[in-house]
Nanobody, 123 residues
Framework: QVQLIESGGGLVQAGGSLRLSCTAS????????MGWFRQAPGKEREFVAS???????VYADSVKGRFAISRDNAKNTVYLQMNSLKPEDTAVYYC?????????????????WGQGTQVTVSS
């Protein structure tokens, strides 16, 4: 049974930092693409960042230079370091996984989802 468990969300002031973690189980983590998506109230879920098994990374334009995705295959964990946070980054952040080959850059390409963790950035 596949599980993705996120942690690390919370309330932070604008300009602050948070690090999200997602620990996976039930599949071969080291060969999967992992990603982060977010959904703000009243908006569709959107891509934030992803990392392939090879380590190659893709970021949404809105977070480039501020967020960094990384993975630790020994711990089956993917991270999202979020710096210089803005109020518009407020959303529920979801971890996603794709066991099949290819990029994980849209919601339709995600095969598994975590339950989400709330990130709130105050102005």
């Amino acid at each position: 049974q596949v599980q993705l468990i996120e942690s690390g969300g919370g309330l932070v002031q604008a300009g602050g930092s948070l690090r999200l973690s997602c620990t996976a189980s039930g599949f071969t983590f080291s060969s999967a693409a992992m990603g982060w998506f977010r959904q703000a109230p009243g908006k569709e879920r959107e891509f934030v960042a992803s990392i392939k098994w090879s380590g190659s990374r893709v970021y949404a334009d809105s977070v480039k230079g501020r967020f960094a995705i990384s993975r630790d295959n020994a711990k089956n964990t993917v991270y999202l370091q979020m710096n210089s946070l803005k109020p518009e980054d407020t959303a529920v952040y979801y971890c996603a996984a794709r066991k099949s080959s290819g990029l994980l850059s849209t919601t339709t390409r995600a095969e598994y989802w975590g339950q989400g963790t709330q990130v709130t950035v105050s102005s």
